[in-house]
C-alpha cells in the first residue's frame, strides 16, 4: 500500500503509533478496505423498518387500584389483593393496575394480558426478600438454562399487552443480608449458589427434560427481577429500579419489546441492568443503567441447552442511553449460544471510572453462536477501565470446546472517548473467526498502553485519532519548516 494511502486510511496522528505498538498472537490485517455490510448500504437502513414493527401496547382506559382490592401501606404484606386487581383488570379486558402513593410490601407479582402494573409518582413496591414468597416455582432461564425455579419479581408467561409503568420504584430489598448473600465470594468458600448452578448446567448440556430440571427451595438459584416469558408487545416505562436479586430486566423469547426511560441502579453481583434474551425487535431508549454488572447484556441461551432452544436475539435497538457504573455499556453474550444479528446502538453516553468496556462481545468455544451485524455510532464515551471495544473468545472456557464462534461486521461509527487504557482488547482462538471489524470517524483521546489484539482477523480504520495519554516524538519526525 502507497504512503498517501496509508495516511487516508488512518487520517492522522500516524508519528503516535509506534507508542501502540500491537501484541499479536498471529497475523492482524490492517486495511483501509471497508467491512462487509449485510443490512443496506450501511447497515442502519434496516432501522426505519425495525421501528415499524416495534409498538408500544395500548390499554383500555379504566383503573384497579391496589388499594380498593385490600392493599394497604406500610408494612402489611399486599401479594393478595394486587394479584386480585390484576385477575379484575384482566378479566375486565385490559386496563391499568395502580400502585399509589406510598410504600407497598409484596411477594412475587405475575402479570396477565392486557395489564398494565402502573406505580405512581410517589409509591415505591417494595418485594419481600423472603424466598417463600417465590414459589411456587415456575418455568424460566437462570443464566440461559432453562429450568423450573423461583418466579422472578415480576413475571409473565405467554402473555400479550402487558406493562410496567409510571415514575415510581420498584426496589427488589436485595442486599448481601439475604438474595446477595447466595453468590458471596468468600476465600476458599464456594458461594451457595455454586453446587445448584452446577448441577443445572450439567442437565442442561445432557438434556435432561425442563420439567425435571426442578429448583426453588434449598438450591440458592437467585431470581431475576423483571422476566416477561414467551410472550410480546411489551411496554416498561419509566419506573425506576433498586436492589434486585439477579438480573434486572430480562425478556426471554419475546417479540416487541420497548424498554424506555427507565433508571436502574443496583449494585448487588450478576445485577445486570436490561438483558434481552432470544428477542426480536427490541428497543431500549432513553435508560440510565448505573449496576454491579453489565448495564445491557444481549443473550440467546448457555451451551447444548441455548442451541436446543435455537432461537438468536435479532432486530435491537439502544438508543440514548446513559451508561454508569458496569462492566460493560452495551454487552454481546456470554450466554449467546443460539447467536445474535442486527444491534444497532446510537446517540449513548457512557462514563465511570467503574465502567470496563463500552462495547463488549464474549464468548468461547462452549457457547459458540453467531455474531454479526453490530452498529455503534455517534456515542461518547469518557473513561473506561479497560477498551473501547473488547471482542474476549477466551472467555471463561476460552478455546476448550468443539463450538467455536464467529464475530463478524462489527461497525463502530463517530466513536469518541476522553481516557481508557487502550482503544482494542481482541482475544481470539485459531479455530474462531473474527472479520470485518470496522472503525470510522472516530477520536480516542488518552489512550494509556498497548492494544491487545490475538487471532484478530480483519480490522479497519478510516479517519481514525488515537492519542495517546502521554504524547511521543517519533525519531524521524522532521520539525515543520519557519515561515518565511
Known amino acids: 500500500m502507497a504512503s498517501s494511502q496509508i495516511k487516508r486510511s488512518f487520517a492522522v496522528n500516524l508519528r503516535l503509533l509506534p507508542l501502540f505498538a500491537l501484541v499479536l498472537a498471529t497475523s492482524l490485517r490492517l486495511t483501509a478496505q471497508p467491512a462487509t455490510v449485510a443490512a443496506g448500504s450501511d447497515g442502519w437502513s434496516a432501522v426505519p423498518g425495525i421501528l415499524a414493527r416495534i ?21 402489611a404484606d399486599c401479594t ?5 386487581a390484576i385477575a379484575a383488570c384482566h378479566a375486565a379486558g385490559g386496563g391499568r393496575v395502580v400502585v399509589p402513593p406510598g410504600v ?27 424466598p417463600a414468597k417465590y414459589l411456587p416455582v415456575v418455568f424460566t432461564r437462570w443464566e440461559g438454562v432453562e429450568c423450573m425455579n423461583y418466579s422472578p419479581l415480576i413475571y409473565a408467561f405467554e402473555q400479550e399487552n402487558i406493562a410496567i409503568t409510571g415514575q415510581g420504584i420498584l426496589d427488589g430489598s436485595a442486599s448481601f443480608e439475604n438474595w446477595w448473600a447466595w453468590n458471596r465470594k468468600q476465600s476458599g468458600k ?4 455454586v453446587p445448584s448452578r452446577n448441577q443445572l448446567f450439567a442437565q442442561g448440556e445432557s438434556g435432561v427434560p425442563v420439567a425435571q430440571r426442578v429448583f426453588g427451595a434449598g438450591h440458592f438459584l437467585r431470581p431475576n427481577f423483571i422476566q416477561p416469558y414467551r410472550s410480546r408487545n411489551i411496554l416498561i416505562e419509566g419506573v425506576t429500579i433498586h436492589n434486585s436479586p439477579m438480573w434486572e430486566i430480562n425478556p426471554v423469547l419475546c417479540t416487541n419489546v420497548t424498554v424506555r426511560g427507565v433508571t436502574v441502579v443496583s449494585h448487588g453481583p450478576n ?20 449496576t454491579g454488572d453489565d448495564c445491557i447484556a444481549i443473550k440467546s441461551g448457555r451451551n447444548n441447552d441455548g442451541r436446543r432452544v435455537a432461537t438468536p436475539s435479532e432486530n435491537l435497538i439502544v438508543r440514548g442511553c446513559t451508561m454508569k457504573d458496569g462492566h460493560g455499556g452495551v454487552v454481546i453474550g456470554s450466554e449467546i ?9 446510537e446517540n449513548c453516553t457512557m462514563d465511570s471510572p467503574n465502567l470496563d468496556r463500552a462495547l463488549r462481545f464474549k464468548s468461547n468455544a462452549q457457547r459458540g453462536g453467531v455474531l454479526e451485524n453490530v452498529y455503534f455510532r455517534n456515542v461518547k464515551v469518557g473513561r473506561v477501565a479497560e477498551a473501547i471495544l473488547t471482542i474476549d473468545l477466551m472467555y471463561e472456557e476460552g478455546a476448550r470446546g468443539p463450538h467455536a464462534p464467529i464475530v463478524r461486521n462489527v461497525v463502530l461509527e463517530n466513536v469518541t472517548s476522553s481516557a481508557s ?30 492494544e491487545v489484539l490475538s487471532h484478530a482477523g480483519t480490522i479497519t480504520f478510516q479517519d481514525v485519532t488515537i492519542e495517546p495519554a502521554r504524547r511521543g516524538r517519533s525519531a524521524n519526525s522532521v520539525p515543520a519548516p519557519k515561515a518565511r
Do not use: Y
Open 55 to 75: 409498538k408500544a401496547p395500548e390499554f383500555p382506559a379504566r383503573d384497579f387500584v391496589i388499594t380498593a382490592h385490600g392493599a394497604t401501606a406500610g408494612g
Open 80 to 84: 393478595v389483593a394486587i394479584r386480585q
Open 104 to 130: 407497598f410490601h409484596t411477594g412475587a407479582v405475575h402479570l396477565l394480558s392486557n395489564v398494565n402494573l402502573h406505580v405512581a409518582a410517589g409509591a415505591t413496591l417494595k418485594f419481600i426478600p423472603d
Open 190 to 193: 464456594p458461594a451457595l449458589q
Open 271 to 290: 445485577n445486570d441492568g436490561c438483558d434481552p434474551e432470544s428477542c426480536r425487535d427490541v428497543l431500549i431508549e432513553d435508560c440510565v443503567f448505573d
Open 337 to 345: 449460544s443460539g447467536g445474535v444479528r442486527n444491534v444497532f446502538v
Open 421 to 450: 487504557p487502550r482503544v482494542m482488547w481482541i482475544a481470539g482462538f485459531p479455530a474462531a473467526t473474527i472479520e470485518g471489524v470496522r472503525f470510522a470517524d472516530c477520536t480516542f483521546r488518552g489512550v494509556e498502553a498497548t
